[in-house]
């Protein structure tokens, strides 16, 4: 998930407004029609944002022909639409926000392969197992938003049969202590989205257990980017 309005702020996919009648998970969707329109402006405008640039280009690094994709609150499409411009074959979009999975269906349009992406609206981890595994998996933004982790990481790397791509937040203690502050002021407004930090060790911990090797990490001030590999033989 992710804002243009400030890149600690996160949004799409897994965060939500009980008010929205076309919220389709638990979770919800703080940001709708307008928070999706805003951003498809900018991503058509400047590209996909520095660290989802990343998050592809680690993904793609070793080459994705032929390879499917799984990408998980995908917002407005950035990282399926670029993967499948280098050579995958086709891509799921999975998103809780029915404002995003429309303006990414839109750009697909736009971008000529429309016929290689499909979509479900909802709470992946609700909706995972009716989910087929994927070559590349991806969640941008989105452990940022969700409260539990450890379900998350569990049912998403399992559908990961070669690659497991990662960006959110750094666990340092001024992000954590910005990360309370920041939901009191979401529940001031009584508003739904909260912020998780998650411990970088608890989470790596999870995708290694699965049988997944991180290959690529790289930082900004607040957001961490980690791609990792299938080990051979690993289930």
Not at 164 to 182: C, K, L, N, T
């Amino acid at each position: 998930m992710r804002s243009r309005n400030g890149d600690a702020v996160p949004s799409g996919a897994m965060a939500g407004d009980p008010r929205d009648p076309g919220c389709a998970c638990k979770v919800g969707n703080e940001f709708g029609e307008a928070s999706a329109r805003r951003d498809l402006r900018a991503y058509r405008r400047s590209g996909p944002e520095r660290t989802t640039e990343w998050l592809i280009d680690a993904l793609s690094i070793r080459g994705v022909e032929g390879m499917t994709v799984l990408d998980i609150g995908a917002g407005v499409g950035a990282v399926h639409l670029a993967l499948l411009r280098a050579g995958a074959t086709s891509a799921l979009d999975v998103d809780g926000s029915p404002a995003f999975v429309a303006v990414a269906r839109e750009e697909a349009g736009r971008q000529a392969v429309a016929d290689r992406v499909a979509y479900r609206v909802g709470d992946f981890v609700e909706l995972a197992d009716g989910v087929e595994e994927a070559d590349v998996v991806a969640l941008d933004k989105v452990l940022c938003c969700y409260p539990d982790m450890i379900d998350l990481v569990a049912r998403s790397t399992a559908r990961a049969r070669r690659r497991y791509g990662v960006v959110y937040p750094r666990d340092a203690a001024w992000i954590r202590a910005g990360g309370v502050f920041f939901n009191g002021v979401l529940r001031l407004f009584r508003r739904r989205l909260r912020m998780y930090i998650h411990r970088t060790a608890d989470v790596e911990a999870r995708i290694a257990a699965a049988g997944l090797q991180r290959t690529y990490h790289r930082t900004t001030a607040f957001w961490q980017v980690a791609v990792f590999e299938r080990v051979e033989g690993a289930a």
